[in-house]
């Protein structure tokens, strides 16, 4: 059973979406999909463990060796991002079941459960399997799910916001598929590890960077790296609130898994530099993603769509820890995914409070809040505080690192930048926190209540874990060193 | 008990005491019963750590590692004779001021009490941490507590004038505190590998010239609380805070924050010996000189008493942050000295505005013809105060202003002696007229005549803070023993 | 140069033509079109990477030792299969956006959404 622990990570969430298919209700459908999370989690954890402690786990699919099979490899990277997404997927899911009655007809709720554990599996298959091709089919099943489940959002807008991402997300994918199509045809093999040991022979090869170039943009276009970013506000801010908690917190993380597994994997961190300065590129655009979408989110009057621009420059963060390229840096990506999972996950959930109660989550909707959703909105200010980086939250474990990483690279630009991207966090963050606290209430709100038990009980565990891992870092900081040490060794 | 329980129970008791207080938010009797009993349970806890460590013992022995944030970077509290000090300052005027905000919050109907009481305990907690902070780390972590902590406080009364000064006082904490004092702590911790608060300090011969000057530039403006200009701009946006806060919090716990953060980082990160070798130190002594004189200048053209008070606070606090900077080991002293004297004279003066607000509404410094016959004893006090600004004995002032001009006299240095000599100048000039007004001028015949002394409990605070400016001039000698010990070569 | 590689050639080319029309065209159904065409071009580049040059259909037979390689058919059909689900997604998505608005002329939906 525990040898089958790869691929069942994959398959259970994968089998439970037919499954709840046959669940007529939507309470039952959410009860039989919360247990199946929990059990996807206790997976991961237990991945986790073996992983720490025997190294790299490899599972054949249906008995066939490596590089002509699929293998299904989990190391410490993605056993520690399979622990992230699933982490979230499970508390928001647990937190889903009356923010979802009051957004979905009843009759739709089974289905939204349906897409919710593909939209999981795919997300898992992405990081689990250890082949090139099978990373493309997951990519597809997580996204096509995510299509469906943007416009089930009430908002019509909803539909064009899923319609826009479905072209964005098909090129990307088909970006990705060209990129492995040119490594097939380079190198006869879809097995990531065997890339690794066979691309440097082919190092210098223009097929190589194009193939690179290829993977590169069609998984930028996923994690909505600025510019590429357009999709993403419209598609956050109109679909279910619950589908937005869901996607902030995992679906780019897994983008950005992707993008360190191509470049440091399977490539190899040093590959690019003579030809493309890559890092450079990760590094101009991370800023840039970071002051333009925070200035962005300054000006925005839906809160979820300002959130949604907080995401986009806080992927920027993770990009600019890669374009530093030391251990440290990379280990201040990780360490960010971790961390802006918790953050976004507690905000997301909190909103999704708010659009349960008040219908919508406008200036005009939060004002007075702190008085009659007291909890719900100290949700928001412990988890906005952790994205603007105040000591004792997560946000500055992550604004440590990556400080830290530029100044012993001499990045010396990059201080000042990051630093100031922070503060633009903390002017929409306070736009918010004076509004809940400090504005009368509008006509109409005062009788409202605090959150329903669900909603606040995962809200309140999320933003528990922002605190408690800025205080307490020895698990996501040991998890991402290891991960990185396996990166970078598999580069040098 | 054990001192270092009694360590950590300083921390544990305000945080404590918030709890209760929010718990406790329906009863107001007993709320503010649960205030009081904190703050006295948290005196004698300080003193309790005082006694444990006596005058000549070693501070490494109250160290206490809390637990392991990052690799290398430990949350851990000590106790040396400066955080007694500045322990001792906050806490205790903590119980003074509970007593006072009780008479001022209740005469004055306002409203979300709970929230302010609450909300000061925490900031209490902060406090406490800066103090007894080991390291670096875990001082701006308190200090940020502090910050975020007295926003409510500030932006109480919740209208938008309320609301604008509370967002420039978060703001410019914010923004300096991440933009410059993180920055400058990440970049000692890369050089120096530590951020442990060490005697004789920690950058020595792990950074030189211009860098070590861009640093100390960096820790300079990057602790906001110290309100060095152009920083200082949030004091005077705090003044819209309930007068309490501006007494306890903007006169002692977070401005005293500010600068007691300064100390450390000059005494155990720089140390006195490496920083002298420091380039260009000498501007960080000018920068302060400058924000002395200007802020006294400013301070006479207010109208406003509150707004007088927190400019005549900024060029306080440039006197502790140059006497700091200077290097010598008796400007050390008069640092320290000042840091208690300036507390208790201005938490005095903020009393004393607050009563007068409480008594008769007044704001401004032009209505207070006369106002010395109908509020002696608050008048009085605020004479004490007022003199002690100047300097003048026998005030707590004058000891520290001794100390100062005896170490500049060490350093040799005209301009400082210039500098203490234009603002004793300065702030004879802004505080005599008040007193002149309160007492030798008749009273205007409009506006609200009939009124006295403010409540009792506001009275017996403003006494009491003013004795205890007195009490420094006659009984700092201990003071100076006991805080000798940190500063090499003091003669 | 040009006969040798036609294959790709045509790929780029049916490919530049299919993201050309997904970024000019303003009605969704024909976006939809460019966007399977440049999809198709991609099977197309798989399929004609599979042929080994005098090799026969990859179906076991006595006497034949060279073979066009399978896989890649293989995997083509896999992303065949996808560019179907998403085709099917998409249409029924454009679906309702006609009876949520009334149009799918992307300017006349931009318009809608700016009145309300």
């Known amino acids: ?37 929990i059990v996807s989690l206790a997976i991961s954890l237990s991945l986790l463990h073996q992983v720490s402690g025997a190294g790299p786990l490899s599972y054949e699919l249906g008995g066939w060796d490596a590089p002509w099979g699929i293998e299904y490899r989990i190391d410490l990277l993605s056993a520690y991002v399979l622990l992230v997404v699933n982490g979230v997927a499970t508390l928001v899911l647990v937190a889903a079941r009356s923010s979802v009655a009051a957004e979905i007809d009843e009759a739709k709720q089974p289905l939204f459960y349906v897409l919710y554990m593909l939209c999981l599996a795919g997300l898992l298959g992405i990081i689990a399997t250890g082949d090139i091709f099978n990373v493309f089919v997951f990519l597809e099943i997580s996204s096509l799910a995510t299509y469906a489940l943007i416009a089930l959002g009430r908002d019509r807008r909803a539909l064009w ?46 097929s190589v960077y194009a193939a690179f170039a290829f993977l590169v943009v069609g998984v930028c276009l996923k994690l909505a790296l600025f510019p590429l970013h357009l999709w993403l506000p419209n598609a956050y801010a109109y679909a279910p609130s619950i589908v937005t908690a869901f996607l902030a917190a995992t679906a780019t993380k897994v983008a950005v898994y992707l993008l360190l597994r191509f470049h440091f994997s399977v490539f190899g961190a040093s590959f690019t530099d003579p030809v493309l300065p890559l890092e450079g590129i990760f590094l101009v655009l991370g800023i840039a993603g970071v002051f333009v979408a925070s200035i962005v989110a300054i000006f925005e009057d839906n809160i979820k769509r300002l959130f949604a621009y907080s995401s986009v420059a806080q992927i920027g963060y993770m990009v600019i820890g890669m374009g530093i390229g030391s251990a440290t840096g990379v280990q201040a990506t990780l360490l960010h995914l971790f961390n802006h999972a918790l953050m976004k996950g507690a905000l997301f959930l909190a909103l999704a409070a708010v659009v349960y109660r008040l219908g919508g989550a406008n200036f005009s909707h939060i004002r007075g809040l702190g008085r009659t959703m007291p909890l719900t909105m100290a949700a928001i200010v412990v988890a906005g505080l952790s994205l603007v980086g105040v000591p004792g939250t997560v946000g500055f474990i992550t604004k440590w690192y990556l400080v830290m990483a530029a100044i012993n690279g001499s990045h010396w630009l990059l201080v000042p930048a990051i630093l100031l991207g922070s503060l633009l966090a903390l002017v929409y963050v306070w736009r918010i926190v004076e509004a809940a606290y400090f504005s009368e209430p509008v ?10 038990l669900g909603l606040l009980l995962a809200m309140w565990l999320l933003v528990i874990a922002n605190v408690y891992f800025g205080l307490d870092t020895r698990l996501p900081v040991a998890a991402s060193d290891g991960a990185v040490r396996l990166l970078m060794g598999g580069a040098g | 008990m054990n001192a270092q329980l009694a360590l950590q129970l300083t921390l544990v008791a305000p945080l404590a005491g918030a709890l209760l207080i929010a718990l406790t938010g329906k009863w107001p009797n007993l709320r503010e019963s649960v205030t009081l009993a904190t703050s006295v349970l948290l005196f004698a806890l300080v003193l309790q750590v005082f006694a444990a460590m006596g005058v000549n013992h070693d501070p490494r022995e109250l160290h206490i590692d809390l637990f392991e944030l990052l690799p290398g970077i430990t949350i851990a509290l000590h106790s040396e004779p400066l955080s007694i000090l500045f322990a001792m300052v906050a806490s205790g005027l903590w119980i003074v001021t509970s007593v006072y905000s009780i008479g001022y919050m209740r005469t004055n109907n306002e409203k979300h009490q709970t929230r302010f009481y609450t909300c000061f305990a925490v900031a209490i907690f902060g406090a406490m941490g800066v103090a007894f902070a080991a390291n670096l780390f875990t001082l701006f972590l308190f200090y940020e507590v502090l910050t975020l902590s007295t926003y409510p406080l500030v932006a109480h009364k919740g209208d938008d004038n309320a609301r604008r000064g509370a967002r420039i006082y978060l703001g410019v904490l914010l923004a300096t505190s991440i933009g410059l004092f993180l920055p400058a702590m990440i970049w000692t911790y890369a050089v120096a590998g530590t951020l442990d608060f060490r005697p004789g300090g920690i950058l020595d011969g792990n950074i030189a010239g211009a860098a070590a000057t861009g640093l100390l530039m960096l820790y300079l403006f990057g602790i906001g609380k110290a309100a060095v200009m152009p920083v200082h701009k949030w004091l005077p946006a705090a003044m819209v805070a309930p007068t309490p806060v501006s007494a306890l919090l903007h006169a002692v716990a977070v401005v005293k924050a500010g600068v007691f953060t300064m100390a450390k980082v000059v005494i155990y990160i720089f140390g006195l010996d490496f920083l002298a070798d420091v380039p260009n130190e000498m501007w960080a002594v000018y920068i302060a000189g400058f924000t002395i004189v200007s802020a006294s200048v400013v301070a006479l053209r207010q109208t406003n008493i509150k707004r007088m008070l927190a400019y005549s606070t900024v060029s306080q606090l440039s006197y502790i942050v140059m006497a700091v900077v200077v290097l010598t080991p008796y400007s050390e002293m008069g640092a320290i000295i000042h840091i208690v004297a300036h507390a208790v004279a201005k938490i005095t003066l903020f009393f004393a505005a607050g009563a007068i607000y409480v008594a008769s509404k007044k704001t401004e410094i032009a209505q207070l013809d006369g106002i010395g016959y109908r509020m002696p004893i608050t008048m009085a006090a605020f004479t004490v105060a007022a003199l002690s600004m100047i300097g003048v004995p026998p005030t707590g002032g004058f000891v520290s202003k001794w100390y100062m001009i005896a170490g500049a006299f060490q350093l040799d240095s005209y301009f400082v002696l210039a500098v203490l000599a234009t603002s004793t100048a300065l702030n004879a000039a802004y505080f005599l ?46 003071l100076v023993d006991f805080e000798q010990t940190i500063i090499g070569g003091f003669q | 140069m040009v006969t040798d590689f036609y294959n790709y050639w045509i790929v780029i080319a049916l490919m530049m033509i299919g993201f050309f029309i997904v970024i000019v065209q303003g009605n969704l159904v024909k976006k939809l079109i460019g966007l399977n065409i440049f999809q198709t071009s991609v099977f197309i580049f798989y399929i004609s990477i599979a042929k080994v040059e005098g090799g026969t259909a990859p179906i076991l037979t006595e006497g034949v030792v060279l073979y066009s390689n399978p896989l890649p058919h293989v995997l083509i059909l896999t992303a065949i299969v996808v560019g179907i689900a998403t085709m099917a997604l998409a249409l029924s998505l454009v679906v309702r956006i006609h009876k949520a608005y009334g149009t799918i002329e992307e300017e006349e939906l931009q318009e809608r959404d700016h009145e309300c």
């Open chain 1, 161 to 206: 916001a899923a319609y826009q991402y479905l072209i964005v997300g098909t090129i990307g994918a088909t970006f990705i598929l060209v990129g492995i199509g040119f490594l097939y045809s380079l190198t006869g093999t879809l097995n990531m590890a065997d890339l690794a040991q066979r691309l440097p022979a082919l190092a210098e090869s223009a």
């Open chain 1, 443 to 452: 006509a109409g709100t005062e009788t409202c209540r605090e959150a329903p």
């Open chain 1, 1 to 37: 059973m525990l040898s089958h622990l790869p691929i069942l990570q994959v398959i259970i969430p994968l089998l439970a979406a037919p499954a709840c298919l046959l669940l007529d209700r939507g309470r039952i459908a959410w009860a039989f999909s919360c247990a199946v999370a």
């Open chain 2, 433 to 478: 007229p008040i007193v002149f007004r309160a007492f030798f001028r008749k009273e205007a015949g409009d506006g609200n005549l009939d009124h006295g002394e403010a409540p009792v409990p506001m009275v017996a605070a403003i006494c009491v803070t003013a004795v205890l400016t007195l009490l420094v001039f006659f009984f700092n000698g201990p």
